[in-house]
T-cell receptor, first 110, second 116 residues
Framework: LAKTTQPISMDSYEGQEVNITCSHNNIATNDYITWYQQFPSQGPRFIIQ???TKVTNEVASLFIPADRKSSTLSLPRVSLSDTAVYYC???????????FGSGTQLTVLP | GAVVSQHPSRVICKSGTSVKIECRSLDFQATTMFWYRQFPKQSLMLMAT?????????EQGVEKDKFLINHASLTLSTLTVTSAHPEDSSFYIC????????????FGPGTRLLVL
């Protein structure tokens, strides 16, 4: 299973764009990159998933360079409610178990 | 779509008793379910992988006789913590997937277990 490395924590202010980068140097050819958000005492919530280049949905964008050894989650105009832990995971689709790294604690300040 | 529920949301029990936690996929059939445990301020740790109709696969260091998993149907998996002890107090989270190729896992809301 590919290991991921993320910053332990990040601070931002309301209204700013936040970019969280994840390293996954040993990602396999058939691995997808998935980001989850977790609030205290809740299960992780799916944010976005991608394989290569750029993916965008209503809440975030995911940028993946050509070598796929890293990925960047971009949250536009964060609010206080975006304060949470964000996990980057790589894996080959739903049939494989996911290995959660330490995640990034994002704190949005007023 | 893709909603996963857990019951109970929290449970307090005495040491030595057994506790059953249910994980249900509400609007889809889950071929595979996963059970995770999360201690305070730590990441999720996979305990076991459960496929409908077959025995669960446990991660190294997880006692299969202590954490009994049953995946009897495509919408329900149960985790039973047998003879619970205070060190088993944790946040237990399940996830489910339909088993489609690039599909993500959908997580339940978690169950807080406190063993006194």
């Amino acid at each position: 299973l590919a290991k991921t490395t993320q910053p332990i924590s990040m601070d931002s202010y309301e209204g700013q764009e936040v970019n969280i980068t994840c390293s996954h140097n040993n990602i396999a050819t058939n691995d997808y990159i998935t980001w989850y958000q977790q609030f205290p005492s809740q299960g992780p919530r799916f944010i976005i998933q991608g394989y290569k280049t750029k993916v965008t949905n209503e809440v975030a964008s995911l940028f993946i360079p050509a070598d796929r050894k890293s990925s960047t989650l971009s949250l536009p105009r964060v609010s206080l409610s975006d304060t949470a832990v964000y996990y980057c995971l790589v894996g080959a689709g739903s049939a494989r178990q996911l290995t959660f790294g330490s995640g990034t604690q994002l704190t949005v300040l007023p | 779509g893709a909603v996963v529920s857990q019951h109970p949301s929290r449970v307090i029990c005495k040491s030595g008793t057994s506790v059953k936690i249910e994980c249900r996929s509400l609007d889809f059939q889950a071929t595979t379910m996963f059970w995770y445990r999360q201690f305070p301020k730590q990441s999720l740790m996979l305990m076991a992988t459960s496929n409908e109709g077959s025995k669960a696969t446990y991660e190294q260091g997880v006692e299969k006789d202590k954490f009994l998993i049953n995946h009897a149907s495509l919408t329900l998996s149960t985790l039973t913590v047998t003879s619970a002890h205070p060190e088993d107090s944790s946040f237990y989270i399940c996830s489910a997937t339909r088993g489609l190729a690039e599909e993500t896992q959908y997580f339940g809301p978690g169950t807080r277990l406190l063993v006194l």
